[in-house]
């Protein structure tokens, strides 16, 4: 069975920068998506970035240009590193992998969360 833990999270004041770290445990098969979803109390989760199932990475618009998604060779450990952060940044950020072994099929790994601040 897959384990998700993320780290990093952390008080931070705006313009600061973090870097969230996923570490992955158990064997992940067909893996279609790997990546980031952040959730604020009271609004839906939502996906921040991540990595299609061929390798691309792909952003959110409202984190375009300011944070990068990345992977160790192993694809074991992802990273999501945060810069110019504003207080609307402010979530738990949750660290996500999407499988599909069988056809037709759909499963989701989910991390405990990291909570991010970002005081103004």
């Known amino acids: 069975q897959v384990q998700l833990v993320e780290s990093g999270g952390g008080l931070v004041q705006a313009g600061v920068s973090l870097r969230l770290s996923c570490e992955a445990s158990?064997?992940?098969?067909?893996?279609?998506?790997q990546g980031w979803y952040r959730q604020v109390p009271g609004k839906r989760r939502e996906l921040v970035a991540w990595?299609?199932?061929?390798?691309?990475?792909n952003y959110a618009d409202f984190v375009k240009g300011r944070f990068a998604i990345s992977r160790d060779n192993a694809n074991s450990t992802v990273y999501l590193q945060m810069n110019s952060l504003k207080p609307d940044d402010s979530a738990v950020y949750y660290c996500?992998?999407?499988?599909?072994?069988?056809?037709?099929?759909?499963?989701?790994?989910w991390g405990q969360g990291t909570q991010v601040t970002v005081s103004s």
């Open positions: 158990g064997k992940m098969v067909s893996v279609i998506q």
């Open positions: 996500n992998v999407k499988v599909s072994p069988v056809v037709g099929s759909l499963t989701q790994y």
């Open positions: 990595f299609s199932r061929s390798g691309l990475t």
